[in-house]
Structures are given as C-alpha cells and as structure tokens.
C-alpha cells in the first residue's frame, strides 16, 4: 500500500501542478478579480520612497495607534493591503515553480494517504479528496473575504479552482490507491 501512495502522491502533485498552470495561464480562474494599479508609476515613486523593506502591510496603519483612532480611521477609509517587495525578481521561476510542485507533492501525500483509508469506492475517494479543496477554499480565500475585504469574485473564482483541482487529483488518486479490503485502524 505505502507504494501505491508514494506513486499515487507524485501523479496527483503533477495533476495539481498541471491545473494550476491551466487555472492562471489558460482560464482566468488564479488572477480574477485582480486589477492593474491605476497610475501605477505614481504609486510605485511613493511606495518606494516610503517602504525600504519586504513584506505585507496594511493600511491605516494599526501598530502604536489607540484602538479607537485606529476603528475611525479604519471606517472613513480608504483601507488596503500592500504585498511589497523593493526588489524586482524573475516571474514564474525555477525557483517558485519547485516551491509550487513541492506543495504539491506534500497535499498530494496528505491526499493520498487519505484516499488510501478511505473504505468506499471511487467514488467516495474523489469525493473525499474534492472536499479538501473545499476544506482549504474555507479556511483561507473565506477569511481572507471576510477579514481583508478581497473580492467577492476572486473568492468564488478560488472555490471553482479548489475543487475542480482537487477532484481531477482525487481521480488520479482513488484510480492508484485500492480501497483497503478490510476496515482500517487508525
């Protein structure tokens, strides 16, 4: 069984691997709701001039504000969030695609291991494996909806991406991993 799921863990994080690049270069399912900056040279200059350091900043600022001029400021707007980096750097890289397929692989494992526990058939492995597409779609794109206001279409266009990746994984794993034939202690 353990070599079932090795394998059945590689094919499922080069079918993840796959629909990810088929979801963000092919569809619009990874950028939707995602815009250029307006006169984005404008605030680049200002951005530069007053961030010096990588990282993820919110705005109005909330660090060493009292909570009650941090809520005004926060309700009369404007409220955003700025994923920063001064330094320019290659898109789409060796580099990242490694990270990406190395996720892959570990969900894949996890997936796989899953799968190979579950005591329904094909069907029930896919189903299984589709609702932790579902699973992750809640516990992350939902917040970040909720908490940091990202759009509305961005979100669902995450669910659509979650489970349809998830699914045609949980297909290539439920057709590698066999169901186990007895029940299976935990």
Request: with cysteine; hydrophobic share 50%; glycine share 10%.
């Amino acid at each position: 069984m353990t070599t079932r799921v090795l394998i059945a863990a590689v094919a499922g994080a080069i079918v993840a691997f796959a629909w990810g690049y088929v979801s963000h270069e092919v569809l619009p399912l990874g950028s939707y709701g995602m815009r250029d900056l307006p006169d984005d040279d404008k605030t680049v200059a200002a951005l530069q001039e007053s961030i010096s350091e990588r990282g993820f900043y919110m705005f109005p600022a909330k660090q060493g504000v009292p909570d009650e001029q941090f809520a005004e400021q926060y309700e009369k707007g404007p409220v955003g969030l700025v994923v920063y980096r001064p330094t320019g750097f290659r898109p789409t890289s060796i580099v990242q695609r490694g990270i990406q397929f190395g996720t892959n692989l570990l969900a894949s494992l996890v997936a796989a291991f899953i799968a190979s526990r579950c005591v329904g058939g094909i069907v029930t492995r896919v189903m299984v494996v589709s609702s932790l597409g579902i699973i992750a779609w809640l516990s992350v794109n939902v917040p970040y909806w909720n908490w940091y206001s990202f759009p509305p279409g961005m979100t669902i266009a995450s669910l659509i991406n979650h489970v349809i990746g998830w699914a045609l994984v949980g297909v290539v794993l439920a057709v590698i991993v066999k169901r186990p034939t007895t029940t299976v202690k935990m």
